[in-house]
């Protein structure tokens, strides 16, 4: 597509339930990314693919975040047993090779609130 | 991990004033972007520029690897610059750590 698409653009979820959030990169880029930023902060890296592969998973904060990537393309990022500090806006991008240092293009996000 | 800081943290001009915008940063990098976030929360991406001189309409950024930092320049400012300034690093297969950010208002 033309730009970065992510879905949906607002979740409320109760504590406890599972969300699943996706994202669609930029046709051909190869890197996609998952940053989550919280109300009036900076941005939390949390795990990039360089086609179906993760190399850096460090920054998903607990083993209840996971993320899959299929085709080289459609990402989803699964939370599951929610908390209330899950609750933040989760942005993905996508970027040609991370070794080429390309220039990040972030979708609009998906506001996430548990309650 | 690379420390990202950025300053200054809030910053508000009057329209049609000049500003800049500095980020200093930890270790070598070979990967510096610039992004805007605006007040609906979208964030562009303004420059993407590890090292020299780059400019695009009335911004300009300037990246000095070997001191570690970059400036970002905001000429003939308009209340649409509004919004948050995010510069961000990386250094070869690691995603880009994201500074704080700068806040600036531009008032008419």
């Known amino acids: 597509g033309a730009g970065v698409s992510q879905s949906p653009s607002n979740k409320v979820t109760e504590k406890g339930k599972d969300v699943e959030l996706r994202c669609d990169p930029i046709?051909?880029?190869?890197?996609l990314y998952w940053y989550r930023q919280s109300l009036g902060q900076g941005l939390e890296f949390l795990i990039y693919?360089?086609?179906?592969?993760?190399?850096?998973k460090s920054g998903l904060p607990s083993d209840r975040f996971s993320a899959e990537r299929t085709g080289g393309s459609v990402s989803t990022l699964t939370i599951q047993r929610t908390q209330q500090e899950d609750s933040a806006v989760y942005l993905c991008?996508?970027?040609?090779?991370?070794?080429?240092?390309?220039?990040?293009?972030f979708g609009n996000g998906t506001r996430l609130t548990v309650t | 991990g690379i420390q990202v800081e950025q300053s200054p943290p809030d910053l508000i001009l009057q329209e049609g004033a000049n500003s800049t915008l500095r980020c200093n940063f930890s270790d070598s990098v070979n990967n510096l972007q610039w992004f805007h976030q605006n007040p609906w929360g979208q964030l562009i991406n303004l420059f993407y520029?590890?090292?020299g001189t780059k400019q695009n309409g009335r911004l300009s950024a300037t990246t000095v690897a070997t001191e570690r930092y970059s400036l970002l320049y905001i000429s003939s400012s308009q209340t649409t610059d509004s919004g948050v300034y995010f510069c961000?690093?990386?250094?070869?297969?690691?995603?880009?750590?994201f500074g704080s950010g700068t806040r600036l208002q531009v008032q008419p």
């Open positions: 693919f360089q086609g179906n592969s993760a190399p850096d």
């Open positions: 991008a996508s970027s040609g090779r991370i070794d080429y240092n390309s220039p990040l293009h």
């Open positions: 961000a690093v990386g250094t070869g297969r690691r995603a880009l750590t």
């Open positions: 046709s051909g880029h190869t890197a």
């Open positions: 520029i590890p090292s």
